[in-house]
């Protein structure tokens, strides 16, 4: 069974930086394509970035263009988002996720959640 989990969130100042992290298990990674979603109080949950099985190919959300980087390591069954310029909307939970197509329509496995919280 796949398992997702996420971890790197946190509490960081406006401007500032985080990266996350999702490690998978239970699973071929190379064989799925990865994404970041989030979800704020009171909203639905949105699409941030996406990634390819070989992570040749990548998409974002405009709200994260430029700010946001999605990367992954396949030898440690690992994708990442490093997020700068934190901005307070940033403010969160980051879910990663596992499609098997890349670009994604569905995605067939999610991760619990890990929460991001930027002050202005």
């Known amino acids: 069974q796949v398992q997702l989990v996420e971890s790197g969130g946190g509490f960081v100042q406006a401007g500032g930086s985080l990266r996350l992290s999702c490690a998978a298990s239970?699973?071929?990674?190379?064989?799925?394509?990865m994404g970041w979603f989030r979800q704020a109080p009171g909203k639905e949950r949105d699409f941030v970035a996406a990634i390819s099985r070989s992570g040749g190919n990548t998409q974002y959300a405009d709200s994260v263009k430029g700010r946001f980087t999605i990367s992954r390591d396949n030898a440690k069954n690992t994708v990442y988002l490093q997020m700068n310029s934190l901005k307070p909307e940033d403010t969160a939970v980051y879910y990663c996720?596992?499609?098997?197509?890349?670009?994604?329509?569905?995605?067939?496995?999610w991760g619990q959640g890990t929460q991001v919280t930027v002050s202005s």
């Open positions: 239970g699973c071929t990674f190379t064989h799925y394509a």
């Open positions: 996720a596992a499609a098997y197509y890349y670009p994604p329509k569905t995605y067939e496995y």
